[in-house]
């Protein structure tokens, strides 16, 4: 049980460098960044949900213990809004089980656009299978009310806490025993950068709301010039220095 810190996606090249060997390939980079780090939020299933064997694939190249949390396909948040999503939720559990132990939670990002609707919500939730970790991103401030914090209490969801420019965009609200933080946009330079002062706050925003044995998923968002691989382990370096459980970063960055 630990914070565990990542970055949203891996195959980014101005990340050549910076994470990866200038002589090493694009196609063994998941397995480079998976002896780095111990976790990875994958967006590739938000535009176009992979195959089974695809997600097999990632569990072969990866080591034991490493998790991958999954970013929900766009057709199920933005095209069908939640309407309708034991279909799409069963397809996208079916293809994302090729992960076997790798697979982490599942990341459902709201369109901006999408009014709070707290019946959508929760017959949503409903449809993943019992045990499946959802975290919950929304993106309208109409989200904010007492009756969606008891659906995602209720079915065990995360809310997730989301920073841009260095501060919340979200209720830093406990829903459930275990955490879901994204990182979009820091302020500092060179941009898109977290300084170390916001860092180390949302380290002690963490350890105040959850105990040490629980699992609190953080990835970093900012990927322009390695910006995300940078700050997630100044992030992890913080959260060491605090005394709290943190998985592996890369030591050289």
């Given at each position: 049980?630990?914070?565990?810190?990542?970055?949203?996606?891996?195959?980014?090249?101005?990340?050549?460098?910076?994470?990866?060997?200038?002589?090493?390939?694009?196609?063994?980079?998941?397995?480079?960044?998976?002896?780095?780090?111990?976790?990875?939020?994958s967006n590739a299933a938000f535009y176009r949900l992979p195959e089974e064997k695809t997600f097999a694939d990632w569990r072969d190249r990866t080591p034991a213990g490493f998790v991958m949390a999954v970013k929900a396909s766009r057709y199920l948040t933005h095209i069908k809004r939640l309407r309708d999503p034991q279909e799409p939720v069963g397809r996208l559990m079916s293809h994302a089980a090729g992960l076997g132990p790798r697979?982490?939670?599942?990341?459902?990002?709201?369109?901006?656009?999408?009014?709070?609707?707290?019946?959508?919500?929760?017959?949503?939730?409903?449809?993943?299978?019992?045990?499946?970790?959802?975290?919950?991103?929304?993106?309208?401030?109409?989200?904010?009310?007492?009756?969606?914090?008891?659906?995602?209490?209720?079915?065990?969801?995360?809310?997730?806490?989301?920073?841009?420019?260095?501060?919340?965009?979200?209720?830093?609200?406990?829903?459930?025993?275990?955490?879901?933080?994204?990182?979009?946009?820091?302020?500092?330079?060179?941009?898109?950068?977290?300084?170390?002062?916001?860092?180390?706050?949302?380290?002690?925003?963490?350890?105040?709301?959850?105990?040490?044995?629980?699992?609190?998923?953080?990835?970093?968002?900012?990927?322009?010039?390695?910006?995300?691989?940078?700050?997630?382990?100044?992030?992890?370096?913080?959260?060491?220095?605090?005394?709290?459980?943190?998985?592996?970063?890369?030591?050289?960055?």
């Open positions: 049980m630990t914070i565990l810190v990542g970055t949203s996606g891996w195959q980014y090249k101005d990340w050549r460098g910076v994470l990866y060997p200038q002589d090493r390939p694009q196609r063994l980079w998941l397995e480079e960044y998976a002896e780095r780090f111990a976790t990875v939020e697979l982490g939670p599942v990341l459902l990002q709201l369109p901006p656009t999408l009014h709070a609707d707290a019946g959508l919500l929760d017959a949503c939730l409903g449809c993943f299978p019992a045990g499946t970790r959802v975290a919950v991103e929304p993106r309208h401030d109409s989200w904010w009310t007492a009756d969606i914090r008891t659906v995602l209490e209720q079915r065990g969801a995360a809310l997730c806490w989301a920073d841009r420019a260095s501060r919340p965009v979200t209720p830093l609200w406990r829903t459930t025993d275990w955490g879901y933080l994204r990182f979009h946009e820091g302020r500092a330079e060179p941009w898109p950068r977290y300084g170390r002062q916001a860092l180390t706050t949302w380290v002690h925003r963490i350890a105040d709301t959850w105990p040490d044995r629980s699992d609190v998923f953080t990835y970093f968002n900012n990927d322009p010039g390695g910006a995300a691989v940078l700050d997630a382990t100044a992030f992890a370096r913080a959260v060491g220095a605090l005394g709290r459980s943190v998985s592996r970063v890369p030591s050289g960055c």
